[in-house]
Nanobody, 125 residues
């Protein structure tokens, strides 16, 4: 059974940094796309970044470009989201997601089959 467990959220001041982790277990993820999404209260779940486990190609949503970096550690089956220059509008619950690999990168949350429980990120002004 696939399990995704996020950690690393917290409270940080604007301009600060956080690194989120997602430990994946339950199967071999070499043919998966791993994604990060976020959801603020009353809003839809938005794409933040994704990485192909095999090859490591990365993709970013507009909100993440230039500030966030997604990476993976094959040995520890972990995906990271390094978030720098955080802004109050980055405040949200951040979710890790997994989807069997496709020729394209899915940007819609509905496409992903597996989800973690989420980790809260709060950026104060």
């Amino acid at each position: 059974q696939v399990q995704l467990v996020e950690s690393g959220g917290g409270l940080v001041q604007a301009g600060g940094s956080l690194r989120l982790s997602c430990v994946a277990s339950g199967r071999t993820f070499s043919n998966y796309i791993m994604g990060w999404f976020r959801q603020a209260p009353g809003k839809q779940r938005d794409f933040v970044a994704a990485i192909r486990w095999s090859g490591g190609s990365t993709y970013y949503g507009d909100s993440a470009k230039g500030r966030f970096t997604i990476s993976r550690d094959n040995a520890n089956n972990t995906v990271y989201l390094q978030m720098n220059s955080l802004k109050p509008e980055d405040t949200a619950v951040y979710y890790c997601a997994a989807e069997p690999s496709k020729p394209y990168i899915p940007y819609s949350a509905e496409t992903y089959d597996y989800w973690g429980q989420g980790t809260q990120v709060t950026v104060s002004s």
